[in-house]
């Protein structure tokens, strides 16, 4: 065994110490444990690492002290910091920006995946000379050629653009990068940071069909890895003149590609990148100010003029909610704009805020059918418009699947971003990995794409973070790695990732295997548990949200109302008109409860019978709202297969929960009594 390659171990768990010893030796390491600060600072007068594997807790003095004392005399041995719990951004920073770690884990540590997670610290036990070719991988680096539909091909094409405005930037960070490592060649820590940047580089352009800049890049990460700081011999020489030369290749390449692709002046740039949007519909500049003055942290505000233009952007842009200024509504219906707005697909449950100037316009029935979940009253307050778009988006009940990117280069999640976003899916950039933890509770994804190389953190284990939390256990994790080999793909499941991708990513690849994910995700199955026929929740998940609001009502002690409905003259319309005729009445009726009401109230179909729950109205509004679907539903015109034309009507029965009964589970019982009460008396009547 190579003496040189010893790494230190400094932990007062001896158990632990022998685990990690134990699998460093299998790899060709020695280890030398220390179990206190001060047997780790005599080791170092004696020999420097490759590495330092450092815990947090010690005795006498805790890990970030000996780190720091130990960057004071001017060691800069590349770290690897060990704690028990998921450091916060703080806490991250500081080791990173301040005490030059290279990499932050947490403990328990999986023995599978502790050398995958070192591999980019640690020297190629092979020999990288100038005389080994390139690996076939870097024949990858050509994306096939794949016929992708016209969206799609746009939405790449636009991507590609801004990629290639980007390589400059990045082509220069590498060489900044370069420069700092050759002028302190006995600092790994350097080395290691060119080799991110180069195999940044390398995934971007390759993703994006850059070809001869991912294989520069590919070279230069090569080299990089097989430089060995305290050599002074005529080979890493070499390699170094390798790297510059590849190096003035890929600047050449990148400078041509940028300028000749320029994309048109933007007249507003987007200052962050906010996990929510709303779409606000005004032309009052009292509006606009504080639509375009709303904390990015809330969400991105983007303001038209009309509801023509409102729907347009629907169509092309996802959006958490809308904010409706009614004197923007003289020429057209928002009974009929709401309508437009939920029958575009994915806008099915789109909460709405409307702002009145005259707080009479509507009474609550009306507001409760047109789908008003909050009102804002003129003159406008900045504050009070802050607090009502993030209620606007605590309501948003999405129906498309939710991505989230982590990924410390946005350019490659730039492209994930759009790719899919044409697909009709929501995408969320995450660049700081950091911040997932944040990131999941403000998005609530469905699925999450998470790179396994970034800079001091292990996409490992940022996902064995993610699966300790009991809210996001079943959550989808694809893994986006370099390494597709066996023991690549090994390592991606042995962290609990449901499936990976491999860089460079393939457009083609990239949707079928996301999509894969959707189409078998918990979450999504959960949440999308819909009738298709009328687009209404089914029994099971009805019956979750039936037990949630009236739990809720109950603790707040709130009005909940259970509104029960029933085609009239089922038989009958089977007889004469035929099986497929209900089919259509079904689906109308579906139709305008998914338009009409707020996001906040479910609505159900169980068999024949139809569901609306109603919470914080008074019995008298619900009825009253009850009253405008009925006769919106009556105006609505039938055709049988013979060609006859008919109509229909239901009957309905409502309870409210503290003015009927006191128990939440008997609402809906009393509800269908008052139903068959109802279908009696027009029994009676006919």
Same mark, same amino acid.
């Given at each position: 065994?190579?003496?040189?390659?010893?790494?230190?171990?400094?932990?007062?768990?001896?158990?632990?110490?022998?685990?990690?010893?134990?699998?460093?030796?299998?790899?060709?390491?020695? &280890?030398?444990?220390?179990?206190?600060?001060?047997?780790? *600072?005599?080791?170092?007068?004696?020999?420097?690492?490759?590495?330092?594997?450092?815990?947090?807790?010690?005795?006498?003095?805790?890990?970030? !002290?000996?780190?720091?004392?130990?960057?004071?005399?001017?060691?800069?041995?590349?770290?690897?910091?060990?704690?028990?719990?998921?450091?916060?951004?703080?806490?991250?920073?500081?080791?990173?920006?301040?005490?030059?770690?290279?990499?932050?884990?947490?403990?328990?540590?999986?023995?599978?995946?502790?050398?995958?997670?070192?591999?980019?610290?640690?020297?190629?036990?092979?020999?990288?000379?100038?005389?080994?070719?390139?690996? @076939?991988?870097?024949?990858?680096? *050509?994306?096939?050629?794949?016929?992708?539909?016209?969206?799609?091909?746009?939405?790449?094409?636009?991507?590609?653009?801004?990629?290639?405005?980007?390589?400059?930037?990045?082509?220069?960070?590498?060489?900044?990068?370069?420069?700092?490592?050759?002028?302190?060649?006995?600092?790994?820590?350097?080395?290691?940071?060119?080799?991110?940047?180069?195999?940044?580089?390398?995934?971007?352009?390759?993703?994006?069909?850059?070809?001869?800049?991912?294989?520069?890049?590919?070279?230069?990460?090569?080299?990089?890895?097989?430089?060995?700081?305290?050599?002074?011999? !005529?080979?890493?020489?070499?390699?170094?003149?390798?790297?510059?030369?590849?190096?003035?290749?890929?600047?050449?390449?990148?400078?041509?590609? &940028?300028?000749?692709?320029?994309?048109?002046?933007?007249?507003?740039?987007?200052?962050?990148?906010?996990?929510?949007?709303?779409?606000?519909?005004?032309?009052?500049?009292?509006?606009?100010?504080?639509?375009?003055?709303?904390?990015?942290?809330?969400?991105?505000?983007?303001?038209?003029?009309?509801?023509?233009?409102?729907?347009?952007?629907?169509?092309?842009?996802?959006?958490?909610?809308?904010?409706?200024?009614?004197?923007?509504?003289?020429?057209?219906?928002?009974?009929?704009?709401?309508?437009?707005?939920?029958?575009?697909?994915?806008?099915?449950?789109?909460?709405?805020?409307?702002?009145?100037?005259?707080?009479?316009?509507?009474?609550?029935?009306?507001?409760?059918?047109?789908?008003?979940?909050?009102?804002?009253?003129?003159?406008?307050?900045?504050?009070?418009?802050?607090?009502?778009?993030?209620?606007?988006?605590?309501?948003?009940?999405?129906?498309?699947?939710?991505?989230?990117?982590?990924?410390?280069?946005?350019?490659?999640?730039?492209?994930?971003?759009?790719?899919?976003?044409?697909?009709?899916?929501?995408?969320?950039?995450?660049?700081?990995?950091?911040?997932?933890?944040?990131?999941?509770?403000?998005?609530?994804?469905?699925?999450?794409?998470?790179?396994?190389?970034?800079?001091?953190?292990?996409?490992?284990?940022?996902?064995?973070?993610?699966?300790?939390?009991?809210?996001?256990?079943?959550?989808?994790?694809?893994?986006?790695?370099?390494?597709?080999?066996?023991?690549?793909? &090994?390592?991606?499941?042995?962290?609990?990732?449901?499936?990976?991708?491999?860089?460079? %990513?393939?457009?083609?690849?990239?949707?079928?295997?996301?999509? #894969?994910?959707?189409?078998?995700?918990?979450?999504?199955?959960?949440?999308?548990?819909?009738?298709?026929?009328?687009?209404?929740?089914?029994?099971? !998940?009805?019956?979750?949200?039936?037990?949630?609001?009236?739990?809720?009502?109950?603790?707040?002690?709130? @009005?909940?109302?259970?509104?029960?409905?029933?085609?009239?003259?089922?038989?009958?319309?089977?007889?004469?008109?035929?099986?497929?005729?209900?089919?259509?009445?079904?689906?109308?009726?579906?139709?305008?409860?998914?338009?009409?009401?707020?996001?906040?109230?479910?609505? #159900?179909?169980?068999?024949?019978?139809?569901?609306?729950?109603?919470?914080?109205?008074?019995?008298?509004?619900?009825?009253?709202?009850?009253? %405008?679907?009925?006769?919106?539903?009556?105006?609505?015109?039938?055709?049988?297969?013979?060609?006859?034309?008919?109509?229909?009507?239901?009957?309905?029965?409502?309870?409210?929960?503290?003015?009927?009964?006191?128990?939440?589970?008997?609402?809906?019982?009393?509800?269908?009594?008052?139903?068959?009460?109802?279908?009696?008396?027009?029994?009676?009547?006919?």
């Amino acid at each position: 065994m190579d003496t040189d390659q010893w790494i230190l171990v400094l932990d007062d768990d001896a158990i632990f110490r022998g685990l990690v010893s134990q699998i460093l030796t299998a790899h060709g390491y020695l &280890a030398f444990e220390a179990r206190s600060a001060r047997d780790a *600072t005599e080791s170092l007068k004696l020999r420097q690492p490759l590495l330092a594997i450092v815990d947090y807790r010690l005795p006498e003095m805790d890990g970030l !002290t000996w780190i720091s004392r130990l960057r004071e005399t001017g060691n800069d041995v590349p770290i690897v910091f060990l704690s028990g719990t998921f450091c916060d951004a703080q806490t991250f920073n500081k080791l990173r920006n301040i005490l030059n770690v290279s990499l932050i884990l947490q403990k328990p540590i999986v023995p599978e995946l502790f050398m995958e997670q070192l591999e980019s610290l640690l020297p190629k036990r092979q020999n990288y000379g100038s005389q080994q070719p390139l690996t @076939p991988d870097v024949a990858l680096y *050509t994306i096939p050629e794949v016929r992708l539909p016209p969206q799609q091909e746009q939405a790449l094409a636009e991507a590609r653009k801004e990629c290639a405005l980007e390589l400059p930037s990045m082509v220069q960070a590498l060489a900044e990068a370069i420069q700092a490592a050759r002028e302190h060649g006995n600092n790994r820590r350097l080395l290691s940071d060119a080799c991110n940047e180069a195999h940044k580089l390398k995934g971007s352009a390759g993703s994006f069909g850059f070809a001869r800049i991912a294989e520069d890049a590919a070279r230069i990460e090569r080299s990089i890895q097989a430089l060995e700081p305290d050599d002074r011999s !005529t080979m890493q020489e070499i390699l170094w003149s390798e790297i510059i030369h590849h190096l003035a290749d890929a600047e050449t390449s990148a400078s041509e590609l &940028a300028s000749g692709d320029k994309p048109p002046v933007k007249t507003r740039e987007k200052k962050s990148k906010s996990a929510h949007a709303v779409l606000v519909i005004t032309d009052s500049d009292d509006i606009i100010d504080a639509s375009l003055s709303l904390d990015e942290n809330i969400a991105e505000a983007v303001v038209v003029g009309t509801l023509r233009h409102a729907l347009v952007m629907l169509k092309t842009q996802h959006f958490d909610g809308v904010i409706v200024d009614h004197d923007v509504c003289a020429d057209q219906s928002i009974l009929d704009f709401t309508k437009n707005m939920r029958l575009l697909s994915g806008h099915e449950y789109l909460p709405m805020v409307l702002i009145l100037t005259d707080k009479d316009a509507y009474g609550p029935s009306e507001l409760l059918y047109l789908g008003c979940s909050l009102l804002i009253e003129r003159p406008l307050i900045l504050a009070i418009f802050e607090e009502s778009v993030q209620l606007l988006i605590s309501l948003y009940v999405p129906c498309l699947p939710r991505v989230l990117t982590v990924d410390d280069d946005p350019v490659l999640s730039g492209l994930i971003r759009k790719v899919l976003s044409a697909e009709d899916m929501i995408v969320h950039e995450l660049n700081e990995p950091i911040r997932i933890l944040d990131a999941l509770e403000e998005f609530n994804p469905d699925i999450v794409l998470l790179d396994v190389i970034m800079p001091g953190l292990s996409g490992y284990d940022v996902c064995r973070v993610v699966r300790a939390d009991e809210r996001w256990r079943d959550l989808t994790v694809l893994f986006i790695t370099s390494k597709s080999d066996s023991a690549g793909r &090994a390592a991606a499941f042995q962290a609990g990732g449901n499936d990976f991708l491999a860089k460079p %990513i393939v457009t083609s690849e990239l949707i079928s295997r996301v999509k #894969a994910q959707v189409q078998s995700s918990p979450l999504i199955r959960q949440r999308m548990d819909r009738d298709p026929l009328t687009g209404l929740l089914q029994r099971n !998940t009805f019956e979750t949200a039936l037990s949630r609001m009236a739990a809720s009502a109950e603790h707040a002690h709130q @009005p909940f109302t259970v509104c029960l409905m029933e085609i009239k003259d089922l038989d009958k319309i089977e007889q004469d008109r035929g099986s497929a005729s209900i089919e259509q009445v079904f689906a109308s009726l579906g139709r305008l409860l998914q338009v009409r009401f707020r996001t906040e109230d479910a609505k #159900a179909r169980l068999a024949s019978f139809f569901v609306l729950l109603v919470e914080g109205q008074t019995l008298e509004t619900v009825q009253e709202a009850v009253q %405008i679907l009925l006769a919106e539903f009556q105006n609505e015109t039938f055709q049988d297969a013979r060609g006859g034309h008919f109509k229909s009507s239901f009957i309905f029965g409502l309870a409210q929960l503290f003015r009927d009964t006191e128990d939440g589970t008997q609402v809906l019982q009393i509800a269908l009594e008052r139903l068959r009460n109802a279908e009696a008396d027009f029994a009676t009547a006919m």
